[in-house]
């Protein structure tokens, strides 16, 4: 398994912009899917953003699609999100997830979890 630590998150106003990253230890993160996740307080969790192992393919849930851009860097065990245009139903903790198996990105099934970081969007 790998641990994941999120950063980057914060308060800022609707339409605003934030970029979270996760920075993942282990020297197998380049053979990981990827994923990003929230959890606004008394919602269900859910899937935001997704990656394969070489950054080829993604998936982005409707909610995020044009606003949101999910990367990562192999070369430095981390992954991003890219979040612009942002609005308040955004708000919730972000969380970054990895899985060993190629097709967790597509799958949304995730065994590694990091801690989560607060995103907040005032109105």
């Known amino acids: 398994q790998v641990q994941l630590v999120e950063s980057g998150g914060g308060l800022v106003q609707a339409g605003g912009s934030l970029r979270l990253s996760c920075a993942a230890s282990?020297?197998?993160?380049?053979?990981?899917?990827m994923g990003w996740f929230r959890q606004a307080p008394r919602k269900e969790r859910e899937s935001v953003a997704s990656?394969?192992?070489?950054?080829?393919?993604?998936d982005y849930a409707d909610s995020v699609k044009g606003r949101f851009t999910i990367s990562r860097d192999n070369a430095k065990n981390t992954m991003y999100l890219q979040m612009s245009s942002l609005k308040p139903e955004d708000t919730a903790v972000y969380y970054c997830?990895?899985?060993?198996?190629?097709?967790?990105?597509?799958?949304?099934?995730?065994?590694?979890w990091g801690q989560g970081t607060q995103v907040t969007v005032s109105s």
């Open positions: 997830a990895a899985d060993p198996h190629g097709a967790a990105w597509y799958d949304k099934v995730f065994s590694s």
């Open positions: 282990g020297r197998t993160f380049s053979t990981y899917s």
């Open positions: 990656i394969s192992w070489s950054g080829a393919n993604t």
